[in-house]
């Protein structure tokens, strides 16, 4: 612990999931970190009651995304619990994590599932990166959260893969546009994770072997295995990479 110390961090969607582990791990590294949540407060101050009590710092903050001026909420609720706290002003780690999935082919999927898919999963960040980085201290660093999706075909969730693909070409345009400030941008594309995102596919014995089998280590992955590459590219050993898209998904599809 420690790697991060001094280091404040915003971390979306990161009251469950991928995105709680995360906080988690920024935090144990020294971090203060924001919980952000979309509308499940309680599991929220779970993720920020973790965290204190194995000796981090965090504050929980909460605003919907995908809605006109949710970047602009954001963003004034954080300022104002981060002020709350006694931290300095300012940003050093934004993590877009927080998504949806409307699956359907492209007969199934309504306009309205189209337009909040590309307005939490893409608009948001966006939006969120613009703000953030009037903040951002330099030296700092972004972390978007995409999928596997965007490497192989899913006619399935063809939504959800378009809303992904447009975050990993965001990470290439902001990567080259902010590198003059020393801020590094990178995206991490996990495959089948164990979060409650799987947990219908998983509930059976075949259901669970038949995700496990895409890896090549024969295993789902779990939300630590995501956190633990999130970690290195907050950290300053990760100083020499932007622009990169990691894929963190075992192997799978090789």
Known sequence: MGDLNGKTALVTGSSRGIGRSIAQRLAKDGALVAVHYGSNDTAAKETAESITTAGGRAFIVGAELGVLGDAEALFAAFDTELAASGAEPGLDILVNNAALNFPGRIDQVTPEEFDRTIAVNIKAPFFLAQHGLRRMRDGGRIINISSAVTSTAHPSQIAYSISKGGM???????????????ITVNTIAPGWVET????????????????????????????????????????????WITGQRFDVTGGSML
């Open 168 to 182: 990993d070409t965001l990470t290439l345009a902001l990567a080259k546009d902010l590198g003059a400030r020393g």
């Open 196 to 239: 409650d995102v799987t947990a219908t596919r998983r509930a059976t014995p075949e259901g669970r072997a038949a995700l496990a089998a895409y890896s090549v280590f024969n295993r789902i992955g779990k939300p630590q295995d995501i956190a633990d590459v999130a970690a290195f590219l907050a950290s300053d050993d990760s100083r």
